[in-house]
């Protein structure tokens, strides 16, 4: 089925500890897109990638990296995992501007 | 500050009845988006009306728009149990320094059949 697809669903790290998300969409979308989610908070933008190639800082970068490895593939990289890094993950892709996103199932990590 | 809350943040109805969800922002969009979220899962893509249009239907949903007062409306008629979830509405405003749009905190609905 066409969509995104996000590994893993489930991690629990231990703080310090290193792990890095994967995401891969096979719309041929142009933007791809890394949300966390946390109880009454809605979603906010970690990163983003406009285009294959190029990757720019949300709101709530800090204690992140990611990589757009190609146009299907969009990375998200915990270098020391932190309890504040609990949360949801959710991945997305849209076409562009105009267009609604489409989202992965989440990545629920746990930092202990 | 959050660019669009939805309001209420919970709503309980019955079966068969209709939900009313309203967003309000605060800038100038280009267009405004709602979503769905069942516990557990994804976010997934309900609908999307541009700045320049005012209502839009998809089967039992229908979304109002007004510019002037910043707001929108998410109508979902003859509810069923299946629309139990959370709701989302995101902005994606005029002028914003990167290609994003902004979730609201969303509104929790129960469906009770």
């Known amino acids: 089925n066409a969509g995104v697809t996000q590994t893993p669903k489930f991690q629990v790290l231990k703080t310090g500890q290193s792990m890095t998300l994967q995401c891969a969409q096979d719309?041929?979308?142009?933007?791809m897109y890394w949300y966390r989610q946390d109880p009454g908070m809605g979603l906010r933008l970690i990163y983003y990638?406009?285009?294959?190639?190029?990757?720019d800082k949300g709101e709530v970068p800090n204690g992140y990296n990611v990589s757009r490895l190609n146009k299907r593939e969009f990375s998200l990289r915990l270098e020391s995992a932190a309890p504040s890094q609990t949360s949801v993950y959710f991945c997305a892709s849209r076409a562009g501007k105009p267009y609604g996103y489409t989202f992965g199932s989440g990545t629920r990590l746990t930092v202990v | 500050s959050q660019q669009g809350e939805e309001d209420p943040q919970a709503l309980s109805i019955q079966e068969g009845e209709n939900a009313t969800m309203n967003c309000s922002y605060k800038t100038s969009i280009n267009n405004l988006q709602w979503y769905r979220q069942n516990s557990g899962r994804g976010l997934v893509h309900l609908i999307l009306i541009r700045s320049n249009e005012r209502e839009k239907h998809s089967g039992r949903l229908r979304v109002t728009l007004d510019t002037s007062k910043k707001s929108s409306s998410l109508l979902i008629t003859a509810s069923r149990a299946a629309d139990t979830a959370s709701y989302f509405c995101?902005?994606?405003?005029?002028?914003?320094?990167?290609?994003?749009?902004?979730f609201g905190p969303g509104t929790s609905l129960s469906v009770i059949p």
């Open positions: 719309m041929n979308h142009n933007s």
């Open positions: 995101a902005t994606d405003a005029v002028g914003t320094s990167y290609d994003k749009v902004i």
């Open positions: 990638s406009a285009s294959e190639g190029t990757t």
